[in-house]
């Protein structure tokens, strides 16, 4: 059974930065997908980026240029660096993890995981 733990959240002001990092336990697969996602209240779960096994990765179109996934396999983390923060960013971060392939097409939908973290608010004030 997969445990996730993100961690990194917290207020900032817009323009300013965060990484978040998701610790990851109970089991290895050999392939897997891991991505980040956020809900904002009131609204659905949204994709934000994904990274594969292979290091492939895929990001939402209106934030791939400010937010970058990373994964260090060593210690089993995944990280999302975020970069010029606005106050839409504002919402319930987590993680999740799948294991196999999932093709790009459908990699950014929530409902395509099998294991989530409790999540991490970020706060962007204007």
């Known amino acids: 059974h997969v445990q996730l733990v993100e961690s990194g959240g917290g207020s900032v002001q817009a323009g300013g930065f965060l990484r978040l990092s998701c610790g990851a336990s109970?089991?290895?697969?050999?392939?897997?997908?891991m991505g980040w996602f956020r809900q904002a209240p009131g609204k659905a779960r949204e994709g934000i980026a994904v990274?594969?096994?292979?290091?492939?990765?895929a990001y939402a179109e209106s934030m791939k240029d400010r937010f970058t996934i990373s994964v260090d396999n060593a210690k089993n983390t995944l990280f999302l660096q975020m970069t010029s923060l606005k106050p839409e960013d504002t919402a319930m971060y987590y993680c999740?993890?799948?294991?196999?392939?999932?093709?790009?097409?459908?990699?950014?939908?929530?409902?395509?995981?099998?294991?989530w973290g409790q999540g991490t608010q970020v706060t962007v004030s204007s």
């Open positions: 999740a993890a799948a294991p196999g392939w999932i093709g790009e097409s459908i990699a950014l939908i929530p409902g395509v995981y099998t294991s």
């Open positions: 990274i594969d096994s292979d290091g492939d990765t």
């Open positions: 109970g089991y290895r697969y050999d392939t897997y997908c």
